[in-house]
């Protein structure tokens, strides 16, 4: 499965808006986008996931570019509790779900 | 519905010693995994499972054993701990290959 690249960290102010980017470049057709978040030390939650139209449940948005190569996750009004670590993986489903070191979101009050 | 439930959240172990890691999820998912997590690290895979009596090898699995006798319980063991296992582990649940995997809380183990 593909490598992903993500910003180490970032801040966003209590909220607005908050956009993490994904790089994808080597992503292949059978592979989707899927965010995971972990909250402190807690284990992973499930965010989203796509292949390449742009997806949108309760918790976030997911845009991927039509080349495919990069996507946003936006948590469109972010709160203090959405600060975590981020963690965007191509998957083709094969089981083995590679996790990077993901970004770490800072929500300011 | 509890999802996925692992026991013990804490554990100690000497090195050599033996121990099994418990994960049970009441979803009725085929598919499981069992990851562990350094410090300041991402996730990695040590086994998984896509269903009852069959298990394969993750990135990282030397060191553990894994079987998945039920649809609901995959255990890990370990079979003569080391202060390199010393991580926080994490069983993962999900119903097919690419629907989002639902995680347990934890075990933090430290071998000392």
């Known amino acids: 499965d593909a490598k992903t690249t993500q910003p180490t960290s970032m801040d966003c102010a209590e909220g607005r808006a908050a956009n993490l980017p994904c790089n994808h470049s080597t992503i292949s057709g059978n592979e989707y986008v899927y965010w995971y978040r972990q909250i402190h030390s807690q284990g992973p939650q499930y965010i989203i996931h796509?292949?390449?139209n742009n997806e949108t449940n309760e918790m976030a948005s997911l845009i991927i570019t039509e080349d495919r190569k990069s996507s946003t996750l936006i948590l469109p009004h972010a709160t203090l509790r959405d600060t975590a670590v981020y963690y965007c993986?191509?998957?083709?489903?094969?089981?083995?779900?590679?996790f990077g070191t993901g970004t770490r979101l800072k929500v300011l009050a | 519905n509890a999802g996925v439930t692992q026991t013990p959240k804490f554990q100690v172990l000497k090195t050599g010693q033996s121990m099994t890691l418990q994960c049970a999820q009441d979803m009725n998912h085929e598919y499981m995994s069992w990851y562990r997590q350094d410090p300041g690290m991402g996730l990695r895979l040590i086994h998984y499972?896509?269903?009852?009596?069959?298990?394969d090898q993750g990135e990282v699995p030397n060191g553990y054993n894994v079987s998945r006798s039920t649809t609901e319980d995959f255990p890990l063991r370990l079979l003569s701990a080391a202060p390199s296992q010393t991580s926080v582990y994490f069983c993962?649940?999900?119903?097919?290959?690419?629907?989002?995997?639902?995680f347990g809380s934890g075990t933090r183990l430290t071998v000392v």
């Open positions: 499972s896509v269903g009852a009596g069959i298990t």
């Open positions: 993962a649940s999900s119903p097919t290959a690419r629907q989002g995997y639902t």
């Open positions: 796509g292949l390449k």
């Open positions: 993986i191509a998957y083709s489903g094969t089981y083995k779900y590679i």
